[in-house]
């Protein structure tokens, strides 16, 4: 069968750039834009882009997402460090996209290896002493780093392998190298969350799926991997902690958690494309209303700019067509993006220290899913009067 018959189209989020490729004005001329759509596979149930981008393109040693910038996923890759070591005591670990080595830097650099294709961060932690092969995570990878290490005890990946389009090749790499008792644990944005908020800034060209159980319980199963727990996550607006092992692995029991999740996303209609199509419906409701608000707020005079230069904040921008007639800037701590434009509209990006001043009325707040923690910081901007606007569930002010 064909396989592309069986992709049913139900998002077109328009042109849009490399959502992370922020740029400097003499890059404005020849950027690299692509059809931002989404399918649902009628038979695995996975829900991914119609059109892929280059990897090389977008994970490069200019890679821009640095992690360690917010203090939430700092405490929290901490504490899921502590959690695994008690449990599961692994001896070898691996980490598959270690960034910054928020993660890893948890685990003893003589048994920990990294696999990072941006070379900007993987060179940062082999500086930290951690082995890290400087390339794309692939089944040739895999052998290579079985013959150079033997088997893993733990595989971890963090928001990395939904950036991954081959994923029956990811699977296969992930169960050569399991050793016996060996897990595979990996989390990404969630799909049922993603369609409960209305959040579809989650689709960008480094997420070329976001998953449901559902999904990845299919594919693993036909690389003869399973899942044995499910954890749902607050970060990054609603993520699954997934726990795999391999079926041939009889130390795990299969926990409640994956047929509870399973129950879940039938019950909300994940599997029934009715559900897409509602959520493209909303999609559309958000983008009028969002650009409403915006031209409303700039015939009241008032200042306009956006918080967090996130990839998340690409896509919204560039398919709501807002540019800097709407939101004069957007403020972002991330040091290599600060003095850059963002991708596509080319609104320019400066530090909070310069942007985030007495003068601003409004701020959208791109970076929505560290909200408690923004909201903690700046309390000063809150009690003089200062506005936050979200898209998230719904197109609404507060304070
Ligand atoms: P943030 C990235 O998405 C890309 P993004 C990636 N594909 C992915 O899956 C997720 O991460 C996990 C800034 N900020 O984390 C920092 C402030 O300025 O939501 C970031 O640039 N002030 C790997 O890019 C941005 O906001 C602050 O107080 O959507 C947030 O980006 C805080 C807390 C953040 O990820």
Known sequence: MDKNKIKKEFLDLGKQPIANGFLNKNEFNNEFLFELKAVYDEQTKLVSLKEFVAPELMF????????????????????????????????????????????????NPDTTIAVEPCKNFADMTNDMEYKTYDEFWTNNLSKLIKQNHGTMDLIYAA????????????????????????????????????????????????????????????????????????????????????????????????????????????????????????????????????????????????????????????????????????????????PSKIGKYQPGTHIPIISPEEGFNESVDVAYLGAWNFKAEIMNKETDYLSRGGKFITHVPQVMMFS
């Not at 997402?65 to 502590?82: G, N, Q, R, V």
């Not at 727990?229 to 041939?248: A, F, P, Q, T, W």
């Open 159 to 334: 928001n990395c392998i939904c950036h991954i389009h081959d994923l029956d090749d990811t699977f296969t790499a992930v169960k050569n190298l399991l050793s016996e008792d060996g897990i595979f644990v990996f989390e990404d944005p969630s799909l049922i969350r993603m369609m409960e908020r209305g959040s579809y800034d989650q689709l960008y060209d480094e997420h070329a799926h976001i998953f449901s159980v559902t999904a990845l319980q299919n594919i693993l199963k036909r690389n003869e991997l399973e899942i044995f727990r499910v954890e749902n996550l607050s970060v990054h607006g609603g993520s699954n902690r997934i726990y795999v092992k391999s079926i041939h692995n009889r130390y795990q029991d299969i926990e409640s958690s994956v047929e509870d999740n399973l129950l879940r996303e039938n019950e909300f209609g994940l599997n029934d494309f009715k559900t897409y199509q509602i959520f493209s419906d909303r999609v559309q409701k958000s983008r009028d209303d969002l650009v409403s608000m915006l031209k409303t707020l700039k015939n009241e005079g008032k200042k306009v700019i956006a918080y967090g230069a996130a990839s998340k904040v690409t896509t919204v921008f560039n398919y709501c067509g807002i540019d800097e007639s709407l939101v004069e800037y957007i403020t972002d701590t991330t």
């Open 60 to 107: 490069n040693e200019n890679y821009a997402y640095h992690a360690s910038m917010s203090e939430t996923m700092k405490i929290h890759f901490k504490e899921l460090a502590d959690k695994l070591q008690e449990e599961f005591e692994p001896v070898n670990v691996l980490e598959i996209g270690s960034n910054d080595g928020i993660f890893i830097r948890h685990f």
